[in-house]
């Protein structure tokens, strides 16, 4: 029986009308082989290869009386035409168009009723300065977080996609195992109580590693700042700090990605360092214009994988650190260097906690009871009033470096396409793709309409910051794609 574990379940908790709980990503592929149909090509790749991916055949089944988490069980019928959507983009076919029907998908929950995935391939996308010639498409994918968390859907994609233009031959499907497995009323009771009493057992076999794991959060905060209160002041409010309502709002960018690495080595800092500094510097820029720029740096939340290499299961594993990101510094350098030492700080926080980091939990009637919190701060004005605990997400998914192709269309960029709650009403994460760095901006439309200011002021600063490091270095431009992301985008705004 493959019950849903704590944090898996949570996703489905959270969502509501106003927060649905996908991860998605905007592929955009060049042209199909001559006289054929891009929607049909791809829809029979992804058909054939439907078998390789267990998670595209499960779907929930809950527990008598929602006492535990639900389980997964093989869905009966995947039904083709819910789950392979079809849209062509009327003339001209610009990105801006293409980006007013991911910004309105987005905004969709997935049915629950059926596997929580579903992709739309959309036809008739042409911008010939971002490359894209007549005849291109685009890729939308939707997958809900409940099912897989940011490396489980590069794992998926990796199965779907091709190294080479020539597709490869799918698996036999005696290779992949589904399971069959539908559990009854009784077999459900006895998991969901055997699973509360091993909670309460695993809890009392851990209480040495969490009195160790306390120690050494005082300890590092004695150490780091002087007091334990000063790691535990709640985040500056700012506008992304509300109730957020159903409407999404999509910006992009892409940077190279071996000039923010020589930038980290010039400076003995991270990869993930300079992107917290860059943004940091863009809502910096951002709230400055808006006059409404706090005095105390804004807190990034960053999530952090805890996935095995080669683990290419489908649940979460993932823990989440805060960390400060400079927005109350000026000076690029300056910013980078503050940010780099925030995130020590909050890296040897995270591992004093890691090996106690709660992986799963189990109550009585968790899945009510954590719904009705949910519903309860999406029908108030809860959230806008409590303290915040982040301002923003910001999340760096390692990406494939070498080119992918869907139906013989080699994929031109991969832009992720996340999760805004309420609370944290923007979230910016990124993805590396062949040489670069693609970054994908999803915000509640009504909290921050023009996404894509912040998305071009990624840019700028990440010009300053090199500008002010690599001083005298021969560097290549930014790739032409992302000044025109810039150009369309921005109009739509």
């Not at 700012?238 to 892409?254: E, H, L, M, P, S």
């Not at 396409?417 to 923007?426: E, N, P, R």
């Not at 300053?464 to 109009?491: C, E, I």
């Amino acid at each position: 029986m493959r019950k849903l574990s704590g944090i898996d379940a949570t996703f489905l908790y959270m969502e509501t009308n106003e927060t649905p709980m996908h991860i998605s990503s905007l592929l955009l592929c060049e042209p199909a082989q001559k006289g054929e149909s891009s929607y049909e090509a791809l829809k029979a790749q992804i058909v054939e290869r439907l078998h390789e991916i267990p998670s595209f055949h499960r779907k929930l089944k809950h527990t008598p009386f929602y006492i535990d988490h639900p389980v997964w069980v093989e869905a009966e019928i995947v039904d083709l035409d819910y789950h392979i959507k079809h849209a062509r983009l009327p003339d001209p076919g610009n990105l801006d168009q293409l980006r007013m029907i991911v910004q309105g998908l987005h905004s969709v929950p997935l049915d629950r009723e059926r596997p929580l995935w579903q992709f739309t391939i959309i036809e008739g996308v042409h911008d010939p300065e971002f490359g894209l010639k007549e005849g291109s498409f685009a890729l939308y994918t939707k997958a809900h977080h409940a099912s897989f968390d940011g490396g489980a859907g590069v794992s998926a994609m990796d199965i779907l996609s091709d190294r080479e233009p020539t597709p490869r031959p799918p698996l036999p499907s005696n290779q992949v195992r589904l399971s069959k497995e539908d559990p009854g009323f009784f077999e459900l009771i006895g998991g969901a109580y055997g699973k509360f009493v091993q909670q309460q057992y695993d809890m009392l076999k851990m209480s040495p590693a969490y009195v160790k794991a306390l120690r050494k959060v005082v300890q590092n905060s004695i150490e780091d700042s002087g007091s334990l209160l000063d790691n535990l002041k709640p985040a500056p409010k700012t506008r992304f700090n509300v109730r957020i309502q159903k409407q999404r709002a999509f910006g992009a960018r892409t940077l190279p990605i071996k000039e923010v690495i020589a930038i980290a080595k010039a400076t003995n800092t991270t990869l993930n360092d300079v992107v917290l500094a860059i943004c940091g510097g863009a809502l910096r820029s951002y709230l400055l214009r808006h006059d409404e720029l706090p005095n105390r740096g804004l807190v990034a939340v960053v999530p952090v994988s805890l996935r095995e290499v080669g683990d290419k299961s489908g649940a979460n594993q993932v823990a989440s650190m805060n960390c400060e990101i400079g927005t109350d510094i000026a000076e690029p350098l300056a910013r980078l260097k503050a940010v780099n030492a925030n995130a020590k700080r909050a890296k040897k926080g995270l591992a004093a906690i890691k090996d106690i980091f709660p992986k799963d939990y189990s109550f009585f009637g968790a899945p009510v009871m954590v719904s009705a919190m949910a519903q309860v701060t999406s029908r108030t004005k809860l959230v806008d009033y409590m303290p915040a605990a982040m301002n923003v997400a910001i999340s760096n998914v390692p990406g494939s470096r070498r080119p992918m192709y869907f139906a013989g269309s080699k994929v031109i960029s991969n832009f992720p396409v996340s999760i805004a709650t309420h609370g944290c009403a923007l979230n910016i994460t990124l993805t590396s793709y062949m040489d670069r760095l693609e970054f994908g901006l999803v915000a509640c439309k009504i909290a921050v309409p023009d996404v894509q200011d912040i998305a071009d002021d990624i840019l700028a600063e990440f010009k300053l910051l090199k500008k002010v490091v690599l001083k005298g270095t021969n560097k290549k431009p930014v790739t032409k794609p992302a000044n025109a992301v810039k150009k369309t985008v921005k109009k739509a705004s």
